[in-house]
DNA sequence: ACAATGACATAAG
DNA sequence: GCTTATGCCATTG
């Protein structure tokens, strides 16, 4: 069994291009439904990821930016993981915010894996 | 074991 | 919609 923070990161690679999820679903994912300040320290603790695309295809890289918390809103406070940063990120894969700087869960929410493979991935062996 | 920490969630005013 | 207050829980010192 993993660890919960590897098992975040597992979980949050399959979030694919252009969609966002949110932490505490994350964490109900997981089968934490309360661990939604876990899950967003698990993401404090990740390097910044270059926007300048310079990822250089490692596939170990997560995709911290599409994670925003339960109404639409990015929630950094973080100054190596800025509030700009997140959603330039995302504005580059085009997700679209509105005037009030919300997301559409509508048009942009990840539905989550089924299951299995959420089981799959709590499991070890990468 | 205990207290502190943290990019949350939710309810209330 | 905003601000507070409270509950949450894995990790760390």
Same mark, same amino acid.
């Given at each position: ?9 597992? @979980? ?30 698990? @993401? ?14 490692? %596939? ?24 700009? @940063?997140?959603?330039?990120? @995302?504005?580059? %894969?085009?997700?679209?915010?509105? %005037? ?27």
């Amino acid at each position: 069994m993993a660890g919960f923070f590897e098992q975040v990161y597992r @979980l949050v690679r399959r979030v694919p291009p252009g969609r966002v999820t949110s932490y505490g679903a994350l964490a109900r994912m997981l089968g934490h439904p309360r661990a939604a300040r876990t899950v967003g320290w698990a @993401l404090h603790m990740l390097p910044p990821s270059d926007p300048s695309g310079a990822r250089d295809g490692s %596939e170990d890289e997560v995709p911290w930016w599409r994670v925003i918390n339960s109404r639409g809103r990015i929630s950094t406070s973080c100054i190596e993981h800025s509030a700009d @940063l997140q959603r330039a990120l @995302l504005e580059a %894969e085009g997700v679209e915010f509105d %005037e009030r700087g919300y997301v559409s869960w509508e048009r942009f929410g990840w539905e989550g894996l089924p299951g299995p493979e959420v089981e799959a991935l709590i499991r070890d062996d990468p």
